[in-house]
């Protein structure tokens, strides 16, 4: 008798365990139906976690698509630079993507259809402040907060820190995700800016000196007009006292991109100071604004400027930007010793001796370098300041 009490306490014990996980079992389906499981998403970007307010700026009114993104299934617009990566569960997904406000741009809502059941790269719409950007002097981490809604149903938040470069970082180039090196050098176009209204104040001086009577670009039947109007713009930044300064740090420490630190137009005049970087960008600005075509020339560790002499672009001469500043010109040539022999010239005598050997010393280095100039080697760049780059890279406001 006590045998089968037992049993029979056994057996509805037994009962009770499986309807309550008949009842579980149910429930959970239940709410697997009316909640799915949260389908996981990323942030991710093509530049290591980096946004370049140079680029972003210079590209913001024009087609061009300078970063390329390695992944065969994209949608939206890679110039957002953000983009989310999600592996869609079935054909014809519906998404809504919400980007949260940051100080550098405000919140956005974007929706996509997926076509295939496979991994998408996925670039919402970003809508950029353009005044904050600009205004960007050192570097600053940023916070980005995505929701996203996949056909209907909510499937979580993800946050990312980014850091936004300052303005004065260009960007030379990057390692995508498909492992190879990309050359962007062509973002050094956005500091030439010949647009700039400062441009005008220091056109006046140049023509104050006498030196020519007007800008006329390639428009002088003269041969050597074209030299007289460049050597009227070195003449004037001479006068106003230019100094060279090396600083050209970032702090930007990575192994996805590479940038190089370039102070604006309006930077190198408020400072008096340049580089050769600087001093190339600066004086490229003025060369397109008289309407010269000018080139910057980069090498290892150096960048000079160069200008055709004629309108066909037949012929072509580079300056030592450098030599603008106060220099002993017998760093430059030590062989000859030329500042011990002019001792007592005019200002004007040896800015005209600095603008010659400043040529020479130019011309011998793209010598030494010309075969590997217009390669694709990373280290050198041969980039014409042309309407075609226009059309691409317009110059940065500030």
């Given amino acids: ?78 110039k957002s630079c953000l983009a989310i990566r999600f592996t869609s569960p079935v054909s014809n997904c519906r998404i809504r993507i919400d980007v949260g406000e940051t100080p550098f741009f405000r919140r956005s809502v974007s929706e996509f259809i997926l076509p295939q059941k496979a991994t998408y790269t996925i670039y919402p719409d970003i809508i950029w402040d353009y005044d904050a950007l600009k205004d960007n002097d050192m570097a600053e981490p940023v916070s980005v907060a995505v929701q996203m809604e996949v056909n209907g149903k909510q499937s979580g938040q993800q946050v990312r820190t980014l850091s936004v470069r300052s303005l004065n970082e260009c960007l030379l180039g990057y390692i995508g995700r498909d492992n190879k090196y990309h050359t962007t050098y062509i973002f050094f176009a956005a500091y030439v800016n010949e647009e700039n209204p400062l441009i005008d104040e220091i056109l006046r001086e140049a023509l104050n000196t006498r030196i020519v009577n007007r800008f006329l670009g390639y428009q002088s039947s003269r041969k050597d007009y074209v030299d007289k109007q460049v050597y009227a713009l070195w003449n004037v930044l001479q006068k106003r006292h230019f100094r060279y300064s090396s600083v050209s740090y970032s702090s930007l420490s990575s192994n996805v991109v590479f940038s190089q630190r370039v102070r604006t137009f309006d930077d190198a005049l408020k400072s008096s100071q340049i580089n050769c970087v600087d001093g190339s960008v600066l004086f490229a600005s003025l060369l397109r604004a008289i309407n010269i075509d000018p080139v910057l020339v980069r090498i290892p560790g150096h960048m000079f400027v160069g200008y055709y002499t004629d309108n066909s672009h037949k012929d072509i001469t580079f300056l030592e930007t450098t030599m603008i500043g106060d220099v002993d010109l017998n760093d430059f040539f030590p062989e000859e010793q030329p500042d011990s022999t002019h001792t007592g010239k005019s200002q004007n005598d040896m800015s005209r001796l600095t603008f010659e050997k400043s040529k020479e010393y130019a011309r011998k280095k793209f010598e030494a370098h010309k075969d590997k100039v217009k390669s694709n080697d990373r280290n050198y760049m041969f980039l014409e300041i042309s309407k075609a780059i226009r059309r691409k890279i317009q110059p940065l406001g500030k």
């Fill in 1 to 78: 008798m006590k045998n089968f009490s037992q049993k029979r306490l056994i057996g509805r014990i037994f009962c009770g365990i499986c309807v309550f996980l008949a009842l579980a079992g149910g429930i959970a389906y239940a709410y697997l139906r009316i909640m799915p499981p949260q389908l996981d998403f990323e942030i991710t970007d093509d530049l290591g976690g980096n946004l370049f307010p140079s680029a972003i700026l210079s590209t913001a009114t024009t087609n061009a698509q300078i970063i390329q993104s390695a992944d065969t299934l994209t949608l939206g617009n890679p």
